[in-house]
């Protein structure tokens, strides 16, 4: 028997072709807004063409590849794919939607609420006293926190700026001016028991933020008070369906980049969730319809 050691694999290394979870619909507009910038900066030679720019791209952001691994099986640097990472990811990121126009877009088609929650996007350790500021008490783990405005089917309309993860949900609610934004549209919020104390209007006036009961020790809640729970929590449901949607982006699971990016990066992806998500049929509204009534049985005729 003769023993063979040579590498599979040829020169080159291997490469094999995946599919994408995302529509061509997302992959022609990444590719429009690309052909678009370079048209208006004036360069319009590029190593690939715009579709394959944003394929690569968007497997980046949605099955975090590795830039490495994408430029080897293109023909290109590594450098280039993060460079073209970070310009792509800056040009949907100007299109997001502000706060003040994205709640008056909601207040003119008729909107009465919104849903106002908060998460966290993890991230690696880092050394020295850069480390402390982004480790979270409340999730236990290093990340970026992020405030995020769904409208009442989950769609979602608002992403804050990243923030240091020790920074709680109220204190990144009041350095946006989250209620006076709210109040100025004419809006109202469902938030959960962490926004318990944004609210900051008059005690006689109707509440811009409207949130659950928290028991105490000594004071456990009432009947009442735990109906009024869980109609609320049902009621905000769909915030989290749009968490779910925003997170799909693998790239989210670790962000393994400069913290000041993520801003960027989430808000890209806002405008990318919102034009996936718009093409599926919406999966929040039932349609019940009455069962038809049975006919009573007919008596049987005994035969003669």
Not at 160 to 186: K, N, Y
Request: proline share 7%.
């Amino acid at each position: 028997m003769c023993e063979d050691n040579h590498a599979v694999e040829g020169p080159d290394g291997l490469v094999y072709t995946a599919r994408l979870p995302l529509s061509s619909a997302t992959l022609n507009y990444l590719a429009d807004v690309i052909r678009g910038h370079c048209k208006k900066i004036r360069s319009p030679w590029r190593a690939l063409p715009a579709g394959k720019i944003a394929g690569i791209v968007l497997a980046v952001l949605r099955c975090d590849q590795r830039p490495g691994d994408l430029a080897s099986g293109n023909g290109i640097h590594r450098t280039t794919v993060g460079r073209w990472v970070r310009e792509v990811v800056g040009l949907p990121a100007a299109r997001a939607p502000r706060l003040d126009r994205a709640l008056k877009k909601i207040a003119r088609t008729g909107g009465g609420i919104v849903l106002l929650d908060g998460s966290l996007i993890r991230t690696r350790r880092r050394t020295g006293k850069d480390n402390r500021k982004n480790y979270s008490g409340k999730n236990k783990c290093h990340g970026l926190l992020m405030i995020a405005l769904t409208g009442d089917r989950g769609r979602l309309l608002w992403v804050s700026a990243a923030r240091p993860g020790r920074t709680s949900e109220i204190t990144a609610c009041r350095h946006d001016q989250l209620t006076a934004h709210l109040r100025a549209a004419g809006l109202g919020a469902i938030a959960d028991l962490g926004f318990i104390g944004l609210d900051d209007s008059d005690p006689d006036a109707d509440p811009t933020v409207i949130t659950g009961y928290k028991a105490a020790r000594n004071r456990p809640l009432t009947r009442g008070q735990k109906l009024s729970n869980t109609a609320l929590a049902a009621v905000r449901a769909p915030v989290e369906h749009g968490f779910a949607h925003l997170k799909n982006w693998r790239v989210l699971g670790k962000v393994r980049t400069d913290p000041t990016w993520a801003t960027a990066l989430v808000r890209a992806l806002l405008v990318l969730t919102n034009r996936e998500v718009s093409r599926r049929p919406t999966i929040f509204t039932e349609v019940t319809r009455p069962r038809p009534a049975r006919a009573p049985p007919t008596p049987r005729t005994p035969d003669p």
